[in-house]
């Protein structure tokens, strides 16, 4: 059976940048607050014109140089996002057009798991031989959805867009990846509005039904629970322990969930991989945005074993093994 492997990385962020003081100027919030709550300190906003597919585009371009490979090779596109620019056509098939791609397209929408869950869709079709190489995204503009009245939420999230080449392999690669949802957890964090369940009329758009509803509590609580248990189901998937860890790449929510986490498992804070003080939660994108970021600074060797982890909307819940292969940025 061939594995699949990654051999190119890349990220991208809006450039433009929301500020804790700027938020200090539009809702009742300090800097002090949001930092010791969360550990954020910014996060990078699309700009107007700007929507998903563009992040995840930029990202792409990214990777598929990093992976030096002819456009023609790329075979499936699978793309994690929880904030298409419509409701259709799917943003993978936007980004497709934008990228001059000619390889099937699609979404997959795991809230903040997503990229997990599109990992386990490009791994799948590698490993049974329907694909030789995959291009995997994950992007978000979770600013378009979040409720800038409300401090409870506008203060954690950002926008960017992360991508992997995959491509088959005679050596592991990804490893054992686990995943779960669970339904009845809905109500925690959605966005009630604007589907086929309540279409957006005046009163819900009062009401403010079409932006992001979280009970912040129960997410920290069910993160911290989950999160540990699907890392090392994913890890003896692998054939491995806690101990074989090089790097715990967390989805990027809240820092006192990634020290919660890390503590859990037993991984020495210096192993877990945050970039959160500079991008707030991107959702999809972050487990990709914080692997190029340990990338690029140089950090991972090949053998180096990466426990990415994620949670979000659904519930949904997962994580992904990854032996490092490659040598450098190309
Ligand atoms: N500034 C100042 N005060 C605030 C703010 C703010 N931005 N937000 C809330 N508060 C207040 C609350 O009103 C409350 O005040 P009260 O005690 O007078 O009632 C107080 O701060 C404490 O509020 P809590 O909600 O208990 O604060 P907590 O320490 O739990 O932190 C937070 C809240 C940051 C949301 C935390 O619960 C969290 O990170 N949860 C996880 C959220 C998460 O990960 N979501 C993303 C999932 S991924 C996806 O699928 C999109």
Same mark, same amino acid.
């Given at each position: ?13 809006? =450039? ?50 990093? =992976? ?70 994950? =992007? ?191």
């Amino acid at each position: 059976m061939k594995h699949a492997a990654v051999i190119g990385i890349g990220s991208y962020l809006p =450039a433009d940048v929301l500020t804790n003081a700027d938020l200090e100027r539009m809702v009742d919030t300090s800097d002090e607050w949001i930092t010791s709550r969360t550990g954020i300190r910014q996060r990078h906003v699309v700009a107007e014109g700007e929507a998903t597919s563009d992040l995840a585009a930029r990202a792409a371009e990214v990777a598929l140089a990093d =992976a030096g490979i002819a456009r023609e090779k790329v075979d499936l596109l699978v793309l994690g996002t929880s904030t298409p620019d419509m409701l259709f056509p799917s943003t993978a098939c936007l980004t497709q057009a934008k990228l001059g791609l000619t390889c099937p397209a699609y979404d997959v929408n795991a809230a903040c798991t997503g990229f997990i869950f599109a990992l386990q869709h490009a791994a799948a079709a590698i490993e049974s031989g329907r694909a030789r190489t995959v291009l995997v995204l994950g =992007a978000d503009a979770l600013t378009r959805v979040v409720d800038f009245t409300d401090r409870g939420t506008c203060v954690l999230f950002g926008d960017g867009a992360g991508a992997f080449v995959l491509a088959a392999s005679d050596e592991p690669g990804l490893m054992g990846i686990h995943l779960g949802s669970d339904g009845t957890g809905a109500d925690l964090l959605s966005i009630p509005a604007g589907g086929s369940a309540a279409p957006c009329t005046p009163e819900r758009l009062t009401a403010r039904d079409n932006f992001l509803k979280m009970n912040g509590n129960e997410v920290f609580k069910f993160a911290v629970r989950a999160i540990p248990k699907v890392a090392r189901q994913a890890l003896k998937e692998s054939g491995l322990t806690v101990d074989d860890v090089t790097w715990l790449v967390p989805h990027q929510a809240n820092q006192r969930i990634l020290d919660t986490i890390a503590d859990r498992l037993g991984v020495p804070h210096e192993r877990v991989v945050s970039i959160i003080e500079h991008t707030g939660n991107t959702s999809t994108a972050s487990i990709p945005l914080a692997m190029d970021a340990l990338y690029t600074a140089g950090k991972l060797a090949p053998g180096d074993v990466c426990a990415m982890v994620g949670f979000g909307a659904g519930l949904t819940w997962g994580a992904a093994v990854l032996r490092w292969t490659k040598k450098e940025r190309s």
